[in-house]
């Protein structure tokens, strides 16, 4: 349901920059703009990864969804906080996309995220490599792989904590980095429209049409999806 919610959100912000951005002469944008929903799309999927196929299920698939997960998320983050500069300059004074605190806020975000995303990626290969070395086999099987629980007397602990306290600080960040797009969903009005075209009334020929409708206050453009 996450991955789902998330997907639906990327979709929602690909429209609203390709709304905001193509009335400026803007080169490059709508491309940046499909390449961070193509891969936030990505890290998405390595989300399902990860919540279906537990560590102790087959590891490589869950380390491969994690990987998905965080680093095309952090991708994805700092694509965002571009797009979310261009569409700030771009709009006229007083109609704005977005402010430019928000702007300088997710970069702060995207930038904490890299520097944790690297300390996470240094630590669990390192504390890995440590343990193998210690430990490379127990009773004909690689100890290492199937390590659930460390204990502060393992070798390797410390530098694994700090990986595990960096993937915690980055999963922290990409929430943060949502909730700062509410201010921009605030000035949008959605509608998903269900149109009937044909013969829909035992004969009589017309056309129907079903709205969900969920809208607030509308100070910029218009998207429909």
């Not at 095309?72 to 979310?84: E, K, Q």
Request: aromatic share 12%; proline share 2%.
């Amino acid at each position: 349901m996450s991955a789902f919610a998330a997907f639906c959100t990327f979709c929602v912000r690909f429209q609203m920059f390709r709304d905001a951005l193509n009335r400026y002469d803007h080169r490059h944008a709508s491309n940046v703009a499909t390449a961070a929903f193509f891969l936030g799309s990505l890290s998405l999927f390595g989300m399902t990864l990860v919540g279906n196929f537990q560590e102790d299920k087959p590891d490589k698939i869950h380390g491969l969804g994690a990987l998905l997960l965080f680093l095309l998320g952090t991708v994805y983050s700092i694509l965002d906080t571009i797009l979310s500069f261009l569409a700030n300059d771009s709009c006229a004074t007083g109609n704005a996309f977005n402010s430019r605190v928000t702007c300088f806020v997710r970069s702060t975000i995207a930038v904490l995220s890299t520097i944790f995303l690297v300390l996470t990626l240094v630590g669990k290969f390192v504390s890995e490599m440590i343990w193998n070395d210690a430990y490379p086999f127990q009773n004909g099987t690689e100890r290492g792989r199937k390590q659930m629980h460390w204990s502060s007397t393992d070798p390797g602990y410390s530098i694994h904590v700090l990986g595990s306290t960096g993937e915690w600080v980055v999963g922290v960040l990409f929430i943060a980095y949502f909730v700062t797009l509410i201010g921009e969903f605030r000035r949008y009005s959605f509608s998903l429209m269900v149109n009937c075209r044909g013969d829909c009334s035992g004969g009589i020929r017309s056309e129907t049409s079903a709205a969900v409708d969920e809208s607030s206050p509308l100070l910029a453009d218009r998207a429909v999806i």
